[in-house]
C-alpha cells in the first residue's frame, strides 16, 4: 500500500509538471496558473519527501544494502 501511494504521488509530480508547461505555453506568463502549478509541486514533492523518510524511519520501506 504504501509503494502504490509513493507511485502516486510521483504520477501528480510528473502531472503538475506538464500542467506547468501547458500554462506556460498557453498563457504566456500573463496568469499566475504557471506559479500555482509550481507551488503544488513543491507542496507535492515535499510531501513524497516526507512519507518516504516517515517510511524507511518506521521500518516500512528499506533501503537496498551495498554490495
Known sequence: ML???IVIL???VVAS????????IK???KTNRVVN???VRVTLSVLLL???LIALWQ???TMNPTP
Open 3 to 5: 509503494k502504490v501511494i
Open 10 to 12: 510521483l504520477f501528480m
Open 17 to 24: 509538471l506538464f500542467s506547468g508547461l501547458f500554462f506556460l
Open 27 to 29: 498563457d504566456g506568463g
Open 37 to 39: 502549478s509550481l507551488a
Open 50 to 52: 516526507a512519507v518516504i
Open 59 to 61: 521500518g516500512s520501506l
